[in-house]
């Protein structure tokens, strides 16, 4: 949400308004979004909507083709 504030002798805030959708709030986590430190962007971390059926490979010592 954005509202267009007004500063001086008081305080005025406007009509606030949807900046985008997004489901933050469909699940429970500490971390569901963060902002850009010039607020031109966010980062928001939402849920898989589909399981995949890719296989996921692990590399076990990983560390000692490094040795190469």
Do not use: E, F, K
């Given at each position: 949400m954005s509202v267009e504030i007004k500063t001086g002798a008081t305080f005025e805030a406007g009509v606030p308004r949807m900046l985008f959708e997004t489901r933050v709030d469909a699940y429970a986590a500490n971390n569901r979004y963060g902002a850009s430190p010039d607020g031109q962007r966010f980062l928001i971390n939402v849920p898989v909507e589909?399981?995949?059926?890719?296989?996921?490979?692990?590399?076990?010592?990983?560390?000692?083709?490094?040795k190469r």
């Open positions: 589909t399981q995949s059926s890719s296989a996921i490979t692990v590399v076990l010592n990983w560390t000692a083709d490094l």
